[in-house]
C-alpha cells in the first residue's frame, strides 16, 4: 500500500501542531492520520459538483454567444479607488 503513496514533509509551527494534536484527539485518531484525512477531504471537497459544471457549462455557452456582459477589472478597480 505505501507504495502507492508519495511522502512529503512539511513544516508547521508548534501552535498548530498543537490545535491539530488535540482536534485528531477528539476525533480518536493519531495526528498523522488526522492530517492525512483532512488533507484528503480537502482535496476532494474542492471539485465542482455536477450542477456547478452545468452552470459553468451554461455560462461558457452563453459567453461564447455574447449573450452575457462582463465590465473589464480595470475598469471596476478604477471606480473602487475613486471612492
Do not use: C
Request: cysteine-free.
Amino acid at each position: 500500500m505505501l507504495k502507492d503513496k508519495k511522502r512529503k514533509e512539511i513544516s508547521l509551527d508548534p501552535e498548530t501542531i498543537s490545535l491539530l494534536q488535540s482536534q485528531a484527539e477528539k476525533k480518536g485518531r493519531k495526528l498523522k492520520n488526522y492530517m492525512e484525512h483532512i488533507l484528503r477531504e480537502r482535496a476532494h471537497g474542492e471539485e465542482l459538483s455536477d450542477s456547478s459544471k452545468v452552470m459553468m457549462d451554461m455560462l461558457l455557452d452563453k459567453n461564447k454567444k455574447g449573450e452575457l456582459n462582463f465590465t473589464p477589472w480595470e475598469k471596476v478597480k478604477k471606480e473602487l479607488l475613486s471612492k
